[in-house]
């Protein structure tokens, strides 16, 4: 079985543009990311999954100097891209993480990985992470099968394909730490504001040469919750946002034939 992280990322973001390429203490976003990635021991590679858009030929060079593995593929349908960057590198399960989640931790990518091979689950998700600390694991034989009942080509938002009721095997992997069991702390970065916080943090935490870990972070803002302040109103921009994107939606004969089966 060959499992890989596929980081989610592209620089055409429109509430805050080009937010990947933000640079903090010498390095871009997607970068710091890619260092914490790299701390995973479970996957076989790692894979920058962005577009084939010229303006992302510029992640593609970032994959390069940092020794990971890139794909280029669609712009909109992201579902598609995971397909065809597994079919590249003949993934069998991808752990998703997305470009703005600067810190996703690593002990639970190796969970993720862990879990799936225990129970070949179809989706595995961990709610109970920091919104930006989280990934995802999808059975690349899903992906496939997602992309043939789909019913539209943007999966931006493709989260719901894989919630409809009855046909696939959705796991949450239970985190046990309490420290990190915040869901409703948001570290993700889709607007200025959560910039703010995200560079407060690494200017309290950063050190050349050494990979702070989310328990750490989680750890400052306990101490320190008036930190928490600076982006807290985005959360409900974030969640307008996602109430305006387009629902999930099947082919019908799809639909109807796996009810029946």
């Not at 995971?82 to 993480?97: C, M, P, R, S, T």
């Not at 420290?179 to 409703?184: A, F, S, T, V």
């Not at 607007?191 to 943090?201: C, H, N, R, S, T």
Request: proline share 4%.
């Amino acid at each position: 079985m060959n499992s890989a992280i596929f980081i989610s990322v592209r620089t055409k973001s429109t509430r805050l543009p080009k937010k990947a390429l933000l640079t903090i203490k010498g390095k871009t976003l997607v970068e710091h990311l890619i260092d914490r990635l790299k701390l995973a021991k479970l996957p076989d590679l790692i894979v920058l999954c962005t577009s084939t858009n010229s303006d992302d030929t510029i992640l593609v060079d970032i994959a390069k100097k940092n020794g990971i593995e890139y794909f280029r593929g669609s712009e909109d349908d992201v579902l598609y891209r995971y397909l065809k960057a597994a079919e590249k590198f003949n993934v069998d399960f991808a752990i998703i993480a997305s470009g703005d989640a600067v810190f996703c931790d690593s002990d639970y990518i190796d969970k993720t990985i862990e879990l799936f091979k225990k129970t070949n689950a179809d989706f595995i998700k961990i709610p109970d992470l920091p919104l930006g600390a989280f990934t995802y694991g999808l059975k690349v034989e899903v992906i496939r099968k997602v992309c043939k009942m789909k019913a539209q080509s943007d999966t931006e938002v493709w989260g719901g394909y894989f919630m409809e009721p009855g046909i696939f095997d959705v796991r949450n992997l239970k985190v046990e730490d309490e420290d990190l069991r915040h869901p409703e702390i948001r570290l993700t970065i889709d607007y200025p504001e959560d910039f703010e916080l995200v560079k407060e943090i690494f200017d309290r935490l950063y050190q050349e040469g050494k990979i702070f870990r989310l328990k750490e972070v989680m750890q400052l803002l306990k101490k320190h919750p008036e930190l928490m302040e600076i982006n807290k109103k985005c959360q409900e921009l974030y969640k307008e946002y996602l109430e305006k994107s387009p629902p999930p939606k099947f082919k019908k004969d799809f639909l109807k034939n796996n009810n029946e089966n």
